[in-house]
C-alpha cells in the first residue's frame, strides 16, 4: 500500500523540519495507535483555531472494492510544553482502528492496488487585518507518544507561505 501525507499545511515551506517529516513519510497509518497521536499549532497572537475545526482524515481506494474513507474532529488539551493540542477521542481512536484493521485486510489481499492517505486540516480565524500578518511566524508539532514532547514539522514558518494573502482576507474572526 502506497501512503501520502498532505494537508498539514507543509506546501512550499522550507521551514519543514526533515527528520520528522522524514518520520512521517515512513510511518504506516494502519499500525499507528490513534490515541497516540496528536497535533499541536503554535500561532501568532493575531491568529486562532476555530472550535471544532481540527479535523483528521482518512482516504483509501482499491480498484476492486472502492473508496473508503473516515474523518474525525480532533478535541483540544494542553501537551508537555502546555501549547493546545488536538487529539483523538476515545470513542474516535476506536472507530479509526476498525477502519484501520478493515484496510489491512484490502492491503493484505492487494498490496500494489491499495492506496491511502491521511490529512490533518486546522481552521483558522484572524484578528488582526491581513496586510498585518505579512510577517507572521507559527509552526506545527506533531506527537506519536503522549509521553513525550511532540516534535516539530514545521519550525516557525511563515503564515503568508502557508496561508495566501486572499485566504487571509477572507478568514474569519476569531471569538
Request: hydrophobic share 40%.
Amino acid at each position: 500500500m502506497r501512503y501520502l501525507l498532505f494537508g498539514l499545511l507543509l506546501a512550499g515551506c522550507g521551514s519543514v523540519v526533515p527528520r520528522t517529516a522524514m518520520m512521517l513519510n515512513a510511518m504506516n497509518p494502519l499500525a499507528t495507535d490513534p490515541a497516540a497521536l496528536a497535533v499541536s499549532v503554535d500561532l501568532p497572537p493575531s491568529l486562532g483555531i476555530i472550535e471544532d475545526s481540527v479535523t483528521f482524515g482518512v482516504e483509501a481506494s482499491n480498484p476492486d472494492r472502492g473508496i473508503r474513507t473516515g474523518q474525525w474532529v480532533l478535541f483540544e488539551d494542553r501537551d508537555l510544553e502546555n501549547r493546545p493540542q488536538y487529539r483523538f477521542s476515545d470513542q474516535d481512536a476506536k472507530d479509526l482502528r476498525d477502519l484501520q484493521s478493515e484496510l489491512a485486510v484490502w492491503e493484505a489481499d492487494d498490496p500494489d492496488g491499495t492506496q491511502g492517505s491521511f490529512s490533518v486540516n486546522v481552521g483558522i480565524c484572524r484578528d488582526a487585518p491581513a496586510e498585518t500578518l505579512a510577517d507572521a511566524r507559527g509552526s506545527l508539532f506533531i506527537s506519536m507518544d503522549p509521553n513525550r514532547p511532540p516534535m516539530p514539522l514545521v519550525r516557525n514558518g511563515p503564515i503568508n507561505r502557508l496561508v495566501d494573502t486572499d485566504t487571509l482576507e477572507a478568514l474569519p474572526p476569531c471569538g
